[in-house]
């Protein structure tokens, strides 16, 4: 086998431990399934905060700012409780488990590792909104991934109370969960209690100050941003589902930094972070899909070539909106040494000239909306920054379509050559 090849299967390897390790699984489809609610929120934060003097005017006057500010405080504000049940419903279920039991007792492990507060009457207590947002999220996974495995490893040992013959299905599981919630208030518990007795005075704080805030805070650098864009891109010269593979494990690094853009929006302050994750992602980074090849998807339209041209006008348009299989299989890119070189430029280009504007002010930092796969380009711009954002990606596009150009041009060239001689060809053999 040759060096590349040694190399693609090494690689291969590597992501496919990645992309088919359960937990890192029910992480990221944990946070997958809460996305709605995400997305809910932040169009009615986005709703909310519209800075037109007249429309707040309107919204006071009428009433409805009381109601549009409802969104998003019952959504992205409580997100680690969304997200806690939905990470522990898909843990329990990648080991066979009862899932619904599974996301049940987890949401109660983090209430209770959650610390309480008194309100002004000094008897009252209730839950702060601090650690049930983004900023609990990290906890929210790791008690959802704990409390998950250990519901599942308690039931299939058989260590539950066991219910006579012609009892329903739902007593006998309800019985059964009894086990692992009991063993789960005691971990939660003594975790509590353990953590109450450091300067850290709970789990909470503990987590963010020496794992959350580190981690987003390394993940908002440039050159870390960097690194996983292009292994993004690497995965998919070797036909591996780069995105998917790499935002399996930036996902909750990723979601925690936008959204605490969102939430200084909805505030009103100055948003924290300049390379907000997701978002910057989705809004420069991947104009047309990963690779940044939105740019090469105007040249197919332009192609000299049939074949080149006719996959243009198939892929222009999914690739506006950001799918762009039809190019990388299509071209294709995937182990494509011709275009490795713009698979890997193209999309560091335009991060890094998008980093730019934004760090010397031409366009504001991304409000953390989160738009969706498949929003058109320049309406994802405008959704999360604005006219300037919107503008900036249409920068973007022609930096993409430059690095691509020369290398596409060639390979353009090669194929009229292949396709002339095919035709000569064809046009010998009908005239023996």
């Given at each position: 086998m040759s060096k590349e090849g040694t190399m693609r299967v090494k690689v291969q390897k590597f992501a496919?431990?990645?992309?088919?390790?359960?937990?890192v699984n029910s992480v990221s489809n944990g946070l997958a399934s809460v996305l709605p609610i995400i997305l809910g929120g932040a169009i009615f934060t986005l709703i909310d905060t519209i800075n037109i003097p007249a429309y707040q005017?309107?919204?006071?006057?009428?009433?409805?700012?009381?109601?549009?500010?409802?969104?998003?405080?019952?959504?992205?504000?409580?997100?680690?409780?969304?997200?806690?049940?939905?990470?522990?419903?898909?843990?329990?279920?990648?080991?066979?488990?009862?899932?619904f039991s599974a996301g049940v007792v987890a949401l109660m492990s983090f209430l209770i590792v959650t610390p309480l507060g008194i309100l002004d009457d000094g008897e009252t207590m209730a839950l702060s909104y601090e650690w049930l947002g983004a900023t609990g999220l990290f906890v929210a996974i790791f008690v959802a991934v704990l409390v998950g495995r250990l519901?599942?490893?308690?039931?299939?040992?058989?260590?539950?109370?066991?219910?006579?013959?012609?009892?329903?299905?739902?007593?006998?599981?309800?019985?059964?969960?009894?086990?692992?919630?009991?063993?789960?208030?005691?971990?939660?518990?003594?975790?509590?209690?353990?953590?109450?007795l450091t300067p850290y005075g709970d789990?909470?704080?503990?987590?963010?100050?020496?794992v959350q805030a580190p981690l987003v805070n390394l993940s908002g650098n440039w050159w870390a941003y960097l690194?996983?864009?292009?292994?993004?891109?690497l995965l998919w010269?070797?036909?591996?589902?780069?995105?998917?593979?790499?935002?399996?494990?930036?996902?909750p690094i990723w979601v925690g930094l936008r959204l605490e853009n969102l939430a200084a929006y909805q505030a009103g302050t100055e948003l924290p972070h300049m390379i907000p994750g997701g978002s910057f992602f989705m809004v420069y980074t991947a104009l047309g899909g990963t690779g940044a090849t939105v740019g090469l998807a105007v040249l197919l339209l332009r192609a000299k070539s049939k074949r080149y041209k006719t996959l243009g006008k198939l892929a222009i348009v999914p690739g506006i909106t950001g799918i762009n299989e039809p190019i990388m299989?299509?071209?294709?890119?995937?182990?494509?040494?011709?275009?490795?070189?713009?698979?890997?430029?193209?999309?560091?280009?335009?991060?890094?000239?998008?980093?730019?504007?934004?760090?010397v002010g031409l366009v504001p930092p991304l409000r953390g909306i989160g738009v969706p796969l498949g929003t058109p380009i320049f309406i994802s711009g405008f959704l999360e920054g604005g006219w300037r954002v919107a503008i900036l990606q249409a920068v973007l596009l022609v930096v993409s379509l430059v690095v691509y150009y020369p290398f596409f041009k060639s390979l353009d060239k090669e194929?009229?050559?292949?396709?002339?001689?095919?035709?000569n060809n064809g046009g010998d053999k009908k005239a023996v």
């Open positions: 496919s431990a990645i992309q088919k390790n359960r937990y005017t309107f919204l006071e006057n009428t009433g409805l700012k009381a109601l549009t500010s409802i969104p998003p405080a019952i959504t992205i504000d409580l997100l680690a409780i969304y997200a806690v049940f939905a990470i522990a419903y898909k843990t329990a279920s990648q080991f066979k488990g009862d899932s519901s599942t490893l308690i039931l299939s040992k058989g260590y539950y109370i066991k219910m006579p013959k012609g009892v329903p299905p739902t007593i006998e599981k309800s019985f059964a969960a009894l086990t692992p919630a009991f063993a789960a208030i005691i971990l939660m518990l003594i975790v509590r209690g353990l953590f109450e789990v909470h704080e503990f987590i963010y100050t020496l690194i996983v864009v292009f292994a993004m891109s010269f070797f036909g591996i589902h780069g995105t998917i593979v790499v935002m399996s494990v930036m996902m299989f299509g071209v294709p890119l995937v182990l494509n040494m011709k275009l490795l070189l713009p698979l890997i430029l193209a999309p560091l280009a335009v991060s890094i000239v998008a980093m730019i504007a934004t760090f194929a009229v050559r292949v396709e002339g001689e095919d035709e």
